[in-house]
């Protein structure tokens, strides 16, 4: 199993490791809930550096990069980041991922369990003067998140940090280290962090501590998987893998937003297109109204006919109800209808809600 | 962890512990640790109900998963703690006092001698 920059860290805090995507990760420290409360009322510390990172240069860097995306690259400027999709040619969804623009080159940021297929498919769709260059393995990111990560981590650099806008990034130095410091993350906090470093051990070290120092009059606390999968499902923000994979277009997982079809040509436009007329299934929020929750796989019913199936389901530490998401036939997706979920050997009652949650 | 002398053991990661004519049952402080923060206990088995030993009498809910409650024994089942549905906390904090599941009468002695002791059950789960 591959191991973090952080791994004898979060030994050291008491992490629960689990492998997740082959990596030693930890799912939670302290507790889910106490890790979640925390990133909602002051901040969390996440290690993420096992999502993969590529960076992509050369001259026709912007074409490859606008052709195999499913959002408008010529939007962005040096310094803006981007939610994007790749898609295939069916409108399949190859992974959601983020788009850096830094300037003489783009970084792009992809999910940790999709690193080895996702540089295949971009090998095989490359064409021009592109070179690709993945650097996830010398590349350490921890989501510092919530109210008072600005605080915190303003400790640590003298760039302004709250200049920097939501979805923006700077390059600087920051606890003595070389960063992109990038105003992003995956929990819905508006005030969040994203620091992507060398993986020199040390290095990764002495920057989690500084962090930690920092962060101590604000109970900073480290934060994990668990949490990480709660923050982000109370914001409806989608999951590769369990909410969308190579079988769901953009169009239906609710990523229209990021689908900008009168861009020009890019990979799964045509399919994307016709998605958008018939609309078949949806992925859209729910609220359970029982104690039960509803988890991944488990099928939607309108009385005895089969509409849908749950792709996240959770409790809601802020809300203290079961919230998921599900793709759900038209004609049955309707912020209010209500719906049952078979769990286990019951059906629940659920309504269908709009998202986020909170 | 926390592995008591005074409760039986199952694989299942659930204490049984003796009290005069009935057993209290709940889950063992590795089984809590493992599930993580306890959000719903939902126990289907109807109060006064009989059960055999291993059959599935309801569910824990945890933020993250889900697990099977079994019963250590047969016989019927006597009571369920209300208690943890206002504070399911309880289990992951208490799980051998205020986190006990539910309360059974056995009807067979010999299956009670037979679960494991903390010994083995420290063997079980490699502590």
């Known amino acids: 199993m591959k191991k973090t920059a952080f791994n004898n860290i979060h030994k050291k805090f008491g992490a629960k490791l689990v492998d997740f995507a082959g990596y030693e990760m930890p799912v939670q420290y302290e507790g889910i809930i106490a890790e979640h409360k925390a990133v909602r ?226 990979n799964g436009k045509d399919a994307v297109i016709k998605a958008k007329e018939t609309q078949e299934k949806k992925l859209v929020g729910f609220i359970v109204e029982d104690r039960s929750v509803a988890r991944h796989g488990q099928e939607v019913f309108s009385g005895d006919k089969k509409i849908g199936v749950v792709t996240s389901g959770s409790m809601s530490p802020m809300l203290n109800k079961n919230i998921g998401l599900a793709y759900i036939d038209k004609g049955f997706n309707k912020t209010g209808t209500p719906v049952e979920i078979a769990v286990r050997d019951k059906k629940i009652k659920a309504t269908i809600t709009k998202t986020p949650f909170i | 962890m926390n592995i008591p002398e005074s409760v039986k053991y199952t694989k299942e990661h659930e204490w049984v512990k003796s009290e005069g004519n009935l057993c209290i049952v709940g889950v063992t402080d590795y089984a809590q640790g493992e599930l993580g923060d306890i959000i719903y206990l939902d126990i289907t088995s109807d109060i006064g109900s009989e059960v055999k030993q291993g059959d599935t009498v309801g569910s824990i809910e945890a933020v993250k998963t889900v697990s099977e409650v079994f019963s250590p024994v047969s016989g019927k089942i006597l009571e369920i703690n209300a208690g943890i549905n206002e504070n399911p906390s309880i289990v992951n904090s208490e799980p051998y006092e205020g986190g006990w599941i539910f309360k059974i009468e056995p009807s067979n002695q010999d299956e009670i001698s037979n679960l494991l002791d903390s010994a083995d059950y420290k063997k079980l789960i490699g502590v």
């Not at chain 1, 190859?94 to 971009?122: E, F, P, Q, R, T």
């Not at chain 1, 993986?199 to 994990?224: Q, T």
């Not at chain 1, 190579?246 to 169009?251: G, L, M, R, S, V």
Request: charged share 25%; net charge negative.
């Open chain 1, 41 to 266: 009322e002051s901040v969390g510390v996440f290690d993420v550096s096992h999502m993969g990172e590529v960076e992509v240069r050369g001259k026709d860097a912007f074409d490859f990069v606008q052709r195999i995306t499913t959002n408008d690259v010529s939007k962005l400027e040096t310094g803006d980041v981007q939610y994007s999709a790749m898609c295939l040619k069916d409108g399949g969804i190859v992974d959601d991922l983020l788009v850096y623009n830094c300037g003489d080159h783009y970084m792009l940021v992809i999910n940790a369990s999709n690193i080895d297929k996702d540089i295949k498919w971009m090998q095989e769709n490359l064409s021009g003067d592109v070179t690709l260059k993945n650097i996830s393995d010398e590349t350490s990111l921890l989501a510092v998140q919530g109210k008072n990560s600005l605080a915190t981590l303003q400790k640590l650099t003298d760039i302004n940090l709250s200049e920097i806008e939501y979805y923006k990034f700077v390059t600087g130095n920051i606890a003595g280290q070389d960063a992109i410091i990038s105003h992003t993350g995956y929990t819905g906090e508006k005030v969040c962090f994203e620091l992507y470093t060398s993986s020199d051990i040390k290095k990764s070290e002495d920057l989690w501590n500084a962090i930690f120092e920092a962060g101590k009059e604000f109970g900073i606390k480290p934060a994990g998987l668990g949490a990480r999968d709660t923050l982000r499902l109370e914001h409806a923000f989608r999951l590769y893998g369990n909410d969308m994979d190579e079988t769901n277009n953009t169009i239906e997982a609710g990523l229209g937003w990021i689908t900008k079809a009168d861009k020009g040509d890019f």
